[in-house]
């Protein structure tokens, strides 16, 4: 049987990345057949939704999903995705390749994995205005005083629980021990905001449990997060796997994005127990939609992430290594690399080297 991926192109600039990378899929000649619902302004028109059933019955139906990126339209998806599919683990890879437009002096090294929790923390929607949480009369842990809920303010709430906590330092455990059979050095590092939040105590709480009891030859360290912001420009290449909290993972996974050369050059993955999706960690990038400029990178390597998710690792190598070629050499790299090549002459650079 073939493997059955649903594509979602997304919204703004993102289609004009996808579009050629779905036909760089279709080059390598894979048992893969691609399926394109309805989704977006597309769906909107037809259907009064960005994601009708036939979409989600598709997804359903699919091995995994390939995305773009979503300014609101499609969102209905991601939020399906990610919660519907229980797809608990967003693995970022931050890698350096010669070519690259990195701000560092010398990023050569760069090779880490942050590895996101991504249904918890303050990512559940539980919000709302000061005066809903009268009945629950709270006080501060810091100096006793009631908040007062009189005030016109809004409310977050941040839920980290332990069976959560376990399950992304159990995923995060086993990423480090495959890259340690590669030649990685087998490190965790966890990072949360542990002088301050009881929440953040109890996820990296158990995750030092879950690292030293069962993987005891993993290296394991641990960092307060505003420190660990800091280590991540001073000294990446002593990282190898880091895990961190939804918000954490979210905000630093961008800032590692800019030490190796930005936003356009970074995939994702959002794994659960028996569905994927990959998208760029980028957004929609509505400034440039329609100029053909969009750096393609990011869901190409996203697109080499889900091969090797569905099987195909010599595919996935094939893609990689031709997307390094093209920034190795230098010729096609688009605005965001210091180059004037456009999204298209980008991708026929990377079909060359296929």
């Not at 048992?31 to 036939?54: H, M, R, V």
């Not at 139906?61 to 519907?84: C, H, N, P, Q």
């Not at 809903?132 to 007062?148: K, V």
């Not at 996203?302 to 190795?328: Q, T």
Request: proline content about 6%.
């Amino acid at each position: 049987m073939p493997k059955r991926v649903v594509v979602i192109e997304g919204e703004d600039a993102a289609p004009e990345a996808v579009r050629p990378t779905v036909e760089i899929l279709r080059l390598l000649g894979l048992d893969i057949e691609f399926l394109t619902p309805p989704t977006g302004q597309e769906a909107i028109d037809k259907y009064s939704t960005g994601f009708p059933n036939e979409a989600r019955n598709a997804i359903d139906a699919s091995d995994a999903t390939l995305f773009g990126a979503t300014s609101g339209k499609s969102a209905g998806a991601i939020v399906y995705l990610r919660w519907g599919k229980q797809l608990y683990a967003n693995v970022r890879p931050v890698r350096w390749l010669p070519g690259f437009n990195s701000p560092l002096r010398d990023p050569e090294g760069i090779d880490f994995v942050i590895v996101r929790e991504n249904l918890e923390d303050v990512y559940m929607g539980l919000e709302g205005p000061l005066r809903e949480l009268a009945l629950a009369n709270p006080a501060s842990r810091i100096t006793g005083e009631p908040l007062d809920t009189d005030r016109e303010g809004r409310f977050t709430v941040k839920v980290i629980t332990e069976e959560g906590s376990r399950r992304i330092a159990s995923f995060a455990c086993r990423l480090a021990l495959q890259r340690k059979a590669s030649g990685y050095p087998g490190k965790l590092t966890v990072s949360a905001k542990t002088n301050m939040l009881a929440a953040d105590r109890l996820f990296c709480r158990v995750a030092e449990d879950v690292c030293r009891g069962e993987f005891p030859h993993l290296i394991y360290e641990q960092f307060i997060v505003d420190d660990f912001a800091r280590r991540i420009v001073a000294d990446p290449q002593a990282l190898d796997v880091v895990l961190l909290p939804n918000l954490y993972g979210d905000i630093l996974s961008d800032e590692a994005a800019g030490i190796i050369g930005g936003l356009g050059l970074c995939p994702s993955a959002c794994y659960g127990d028996s569905y994927a999706y990959f998208e760029p960690v980028h957004g929609s990038a509505p400034d440039i939609a329609g100029r053909n400029v969009i750096n393609p990178t990011a869901t190409l390597l996203s697109a080499a992430m889900m091969l090797d998710y569905l099987g195909f690792a010599g595919a996935a190598r094939r893609l990689e290594d031709a997307v390094a070629a093209v920034y190795a050499e230098g010729r096609a790299l688009t605005p965001d690399q210091g180059g004037i090549a456009t999204t298209t002459e980008f991708c026929e650079a990377v079909k060359e080297r296929l």
